[in-house]
């Protein structure tokens, strides 16, 4: 258990910072709820990218060997930013009086200990993000935070403008 324990640690390239109010979102209003779904607008930025990448591989497929594999390459990079663009359900909700997740789990503003953002494999190019919500029964429940509605540092400050005005 050391070993594993040890490995992780060696590999992770984890940052952890706790959510904050951000400077920037500080003059916004929230409704009673705000709903973390899927990112419609990448996802069909996406759509388009492949779309035209698809469309070049298609008119020369005539010129490939592996004609096959060019169509299936073509077909799932169609269907997957489609189906999150088709698939809106929430991620998350973020309410004045809870948290709740996407399996439909609420956790009340006073079970929580803390939030913090996770970002996992930084480097220039792009990150990986997660939210770890710790219980007070010292569970932690993860979300991941990539290609949704709002930013992370917005999540963060969501979060924490829900928190202070539930008196946590």
Known sequence: MKLINFLKSTFNDSKFVETKLQKEFIEKDYAEKVILKNSAKLNYQLLLLFLFIDIYLLYNIKTYSHKILIIIFCLVTLILPLTKIINQKPKLIISKDNL???????????????????????????????????????????????DLNYSKSEISHIIEYYKQNNGC
Do not use: A, M, P
Not at 107 to 115: A, D, G, R
Not at 120 to 133: A, R, T
């Open 100 to 146: 709740t997740f996407k399996d439909g789990k609420h956790i009340k503003w006073s079970q929580i200990e803390s939030t913090i953002i996770e970002e996992l494999d930084s480097s220039e190019i792009s990150s990986y993000y997660k939210l770890n919500v710790k219980l007070k029964n010292n569970e932690t429940i993860k979300i991941r935070l990539s």
